[in-house]
Structure formats: structure tokens, C-alpha cells
């Protein structure tokens, strides 16, 4: 396995102990805490051991620098797949989703500081959280990806605003995030340093003792007059479409009558988007509603299986070509339209890898009672 894959670096996690709390601090600000496999697998390690140990009443999770997590470092993986073999990208994958499940089904409290971006694999750090606290500078923002449990928080965001955010990409603020139930606090960042203070001389697993330090510093925030999120009227109208191509003739319906940016804004991402990769995301989060967290993953992981292997499609590797490669920004979808697309052809996306080399996600025994996690959002 290269070394690119797995980050080379043990300092790319950073733990802080005092008392009962352990703070595990994302150092790779200069990548934007891009997750490696080497930070997922400490993440993973340490979220293990402290549920064991009886020292450890609370879990906080930062990142260092600007950003809470820009992502997975899907450039490294790309690089070892093109080496190798596309199951060291299912390698990466498995471990990053068995973290996501881990956080999503801990029984301890756990408190995700997010500081400026957080997208794709950085969201599946941070989002599973119980308390998701986002603080009020102008560089917060979030851009989702249709893995890492998107399927199963997206899903239960209010109306079809999940489906609004996984199939543009469009970005949040922190008095965004709190309206929509993505955050459960909103706190300025001028009261981090004390905040994190007040929580490590937590001395007992107790949630609500948390919530109670949190709300101490909580503040309201306010949604500005463009938000989204005071329009979910035309969100739902649009985004509760069955298909990708109704919601695209409905929005440009919408932009008959309206003159808000955001409405062009989605169009253009749409328009702008792979194609199949807008359908596969449309039926994945639509079957998130009523499956469990365990059952999200595990679909998404015959998802992404799927898409780096090109059973189907190259564009996962077009994508990346295009973006963290070349940087032409211009990437040449296969298939290239909407209409181009079988049902049959998102189909297999749905299904088990027929590969000898594949391996079918095992998500890690939990407790008798992390059996079914709750759900947080």
C-alpha cells in the first residue's frame, strides 16, 4: 500500500486529556484536514478505547487551522487505485464508514467543534456527533457528498432540504445549519477557548450536563433575508420531485416567477453535475427515509464500491481528474445527459459487488445497546 494512502504521519491526530475528557484534534491544516486513512484509523481507535474506558466521561472532535475537515483525501486514494487494484479506495471506504457508524451509535456524549469547512468525509466525522456546534465566522460552510451517512442525516432534514443539499452541493452557515437541525448549537467564536474550558470539567457521561454547558455560551443566530431555508416552501416544491429531470423543469419553472439567486444557482449545479451520479444520489437518500443508519452505510458503501470500480460509470475518476488533477474544472461525463440513463444502469449501483477481490462491508459489533442507533438529527 503506498504511503500517500495511509498519510505517513502519526501526528495527524492530536489528542489532549485532562480529567475525563479526551479531545481529538484533525492536524493536516495545510490539507484543509483532508481525513487520510491513517487519521480515520486512529479516529476509529481512539473513539473505540474510550468508550471502554471508564476514565472517559466526554469525546470532543476539532480540527486545527481554518477548516474542521475539507473531505476525505480521495486524491491519495485515487493515486494508489491507479498503482494498484480499485479495492484499496473499498479499503479506505470501509474503514471511514465503519468510523461513521461508531460515532453514530456511541454511548458516551460527544461533541464535534466545527470550524469553518467541513464537506464530504469531514460531514461523516462530524455529523453522526450528538452535539454539533458550528461557530459564527464567515468561512463556515457545508458541502455534502452523497456518502458517509448522508443518505441517513440528509434524510431527515426538514422537508426534501436534504435532497436540495446532496444534488447541489450548495453551502450552509452556521445560522443555517442551526435552523435546519444539521447544527444543535451556534456559538460565537470568540467563546471557543471557554467553551472547551467549561466541557473538560465535565466529570460524568452525562448528556444533558453538556447540553447545559453548551447552552451557556448558545446564541441564536440569525438567518439572512437570501437564506434557503426561508423558502422551503419552493425547496419542497421542487426537491420533492421523483425524478432528477422534474426537479430541474420545475426550478426552471420557479425562475419564471422568482429572481432568488439561490434557484440559479442549484439549476447551474445541476446542469453542471454528473448525471448519473445525480440519480443514484436522488434514489439513495429517498431509500435513507426508512432505512436505519447501519443500512444507509451499508448501501453507500456498495455505492461508492461501484463508482471507483466503474462498474457502470468513470466519472468518480473524471470527477477527480478534472478537479484535483488536472484542474481544468471541465469534466467530460460518460453518460453525458439525463436522459442517457437506464433505470437498469442505476440499479446496479444498489446491489453487492460481482468481484472475487470485493469484500462486503462489516460494520463493527457494537453493544446490546448500540443494536440501532438513535437517531440524532
Given at each position: 500500500?503506498?504511503?500517500?494512502?495511509?498519510?505517513?504521519?502519526?501526528?495527524?491526530?492530536?489528542?489532549?486529556?485532562?480529567?475525563?475528557?479526551?479531545?481529538?484534534?484533525?492536524?493536516?491544516?495545510?490539507?484543509?484536514?483532508?481525513?487520510?486513512?491513517?487519521?480515520?484509523?486512529?479516529?476509529?481507535?481512539?473513539?473505540?478505547?474510550?468508550?471502554?474506558?471508564?476514565?472517559?466521561?466526554?469525546?470532543?472532535?476539532?480540527?486545527?487551522?481554518?477548516?474542521?475537515?475539507?473531505?476525505?483525501?480521495?486524491?491519495?486514494?485515487?493515486?494508489?487505485?491507479?498503482?494498484?487494484?480499485?479495492?484499496?479506495?473499498?479499503?479506505?471506504?470501509?474503514?471511514?464508514?465503519?468510523?461513521?457508524?461508531?460515532?453514530?451509535?456511541?454511548?458516551?456524549?460527544?461533541?464535534?467543534?466545527?470550524?469553518?469547512?467541513?464537506?464530504?468525509?469531514?460531514?461523516?466525522?462530524?455529523?453522526?456527533?450528538?452535539?454539533?456546534?458550528?461557530?459564527?465566522?464567515?468561512?463556515?460552510?457545508?458541502?455534502?457528498?452523497?456518502?458517509?451517512?448522508?443518505?441517513?442525516?440528509?434524510?431527515?432534514?426538514?422537508?426534501?432540504?436534504?435532497?436540495?443539499?446532496?444534488?447541489?452541493?450548495?453551502?450552509?452557515?452556521?445560522?443555517?445549519?442551526?435552523?435546519?437541525?444539521?447544527?444543535?448549537?451556534?456559538?460565537?467564536?470568540?467563546?471557543?477557548?471557554?467553551?472547551?474550558?467549561?466541557?473538560?470539567?465535565?466529570?460524568?457521561?452525562?448528556?444533558?450536563?453538556?447540553?447545559?454547558?453548551?447552552?451557556?455560551?448558545?446564541?441564536?443566530?440569525?438567518?439572512?433575508?437570501?437564506?434557503?431555508?426561508?423558502?422551503?416552501?419552493?425547496?419542497?416544491?421542487?426537491?420533492?420531485?421523483?425524478?432528477?429531470?422534474?426537479?430541474?423543469?420545475?426550478?426552471?419553472?420557479?425562475?419564471?416567477?422568482?429572481?432568488?439567486?439561490?434557484?440559479?444557482?442549484?439549476?447551474?449545479?445541476?446542469?453542471?453535475?454528473?448525471?448519473?451520479?445525480?440519480?443514484?444520489?436522488?434514489?439513495?437518500?429517498?431509500?435513507?427515509?426508512?432505512?436505519?443508519?447501519?443500512?444507509?452505510?451499508?448501501?453507500?458503501?456498495?455505492?461508492?464500491?461501484?463508482?471507483?470500480?466503474?462498474?457502470?460509470?468513470?466519472?468518480?475518476?473524471?470527477?477527480?481528474?478534472a478537479v484535483l488533477f488536472d484542474k481544468d474544472n471541465r469534466p467530460k461525463w460518460e453518460p453525458s445527459k439525463l436522459e442517457s440513463i437506464s433505470e437498469e444502469m442505476v440499479d446496479q449501483y444498489f446491489k453487492k459487488i460481482d468481484?472475487?477481490?470485493?469484500?462486503?462491508?462489516?460494520?463493527?459489533?457494537?453493544?446490546?445497546?448500540?443494536?440501532?442507533?438513535?437517531?440524532?438529527?
Open positions: 500500500m503506498a504511503t500517500s494512502f495511509y498519510g505517513g504521519q502519526l501526528d495527524q491526530i492530536l489528542v489532549e486529556e485532562k480529567s475525563y475528557v479526551r479531545t481529538l484534534i484533525l492536524n493536516r491544516p495545510q490539507m484543509l484536514n483532508a481525513l487520510s486513512y491513517t487519521m480515520i484509523y486512529q479516529l476509529l481507535k481512539n473513539f473505540k478505547a474510550y468508550e471502554e474506558d471508564s476514565n472517559v466521561k466526554l469525546v470532543i472532535v476539532k480540527g486545527m487551522g481554518k477548516a474542521f475537515s475539507a473531505g476525505g483525501d480521495v486524491k491519495a486514494a485515487v493515486r494508489c487505485m491507479t498503482e494498484g487494484h480499485w479495492t484499496v479506495a473499498a479499503k479506505f471506504y470501509e474503514k471511514q464508514f465503519s468510523l461513521n457508524y461508531v460515532m453514530a451509535t456511541y454511548q458516551k456524549p460527544q461533541v464535534s467543534l466545527i470550524n469553518g469547512i467541513v464537506m464530504g468525509a469531514g460531514a461523516g466525522a462530524s455529523m453522526h456527533g450528538k452535539f454539533r456546534v458550528v461557530f459564527a465566522m464567515p468561512e463556515t460552510s457545508l458541502g455534502l457528498f452523497p456518502d458517509v451517512g448522508a443518505s441517513y442525516f440528509l434524510s431527515r432534514l426538514p422537508g426534501f432540504l436534504g435532497e436540495y443539499l446532496g444534488l447541489t452541493g450548495a453551502r450552509l452557515d452556521g445560522a443555517e445549519m442551526l435552523a435546519c437541525g444539521l447544527a444543535t448549537h451556534f456559538v460565537l467564536s470568540s467563546n471557543l477557548s471557554v467553551l472547551e474550558e467549561a466541557l473538560k470539567g465535565i466529570n460524568v457521561a452525562d448528556p444533558s450536563i453538556v447540553c447545559t454547558i453548551i447552552d451557556q455560551f448558545s446564541i441564536k443566530g440569525v438567518l439572512k433575508e437570501s437564506s434557503v431555508i426561508r423558502r422551503l416552501d419552493i425547496v419542497n416544491k421542487c426537491f420533492s420531485k421523483a425524478t432528477v429531470e422534474e426537479i430541474i423543469l420545475t426550478l426552471e419553472y420557479e425562475t419564471v416567477n422568482e429572481t432568488e439567486e439561490w434557484i440559479a444557482a442549484a439549476l447551474k449545479s445541476l446542469k453542471k453535475a454528473s448525471p448519473i451520479n445525480l440519480k443514484v444520489f436522488l434514489r439513495s437518500i429517498r431509500e435513507g427515509r426508512s432505512q436505519n443508519i447501519s443500512q444507509c452505510l451499508t448501501r453507500e458503501y456498495w455505492m461508492i464500491c461501484h463508482a471507483t470500480r466503474g462498474t457502470v460509470s468513470n466519472d468518480f475518476f473524471e470527477g477527480c481528474r468481484d472475487e477481490d470485493w469484500e462486503d462491508l462489516k460494520l463493527p459489533t457494537r453493544g446490546k445497546h448500540t443494536s440501532q442507533a438513535t437517531a440524532k438529527l
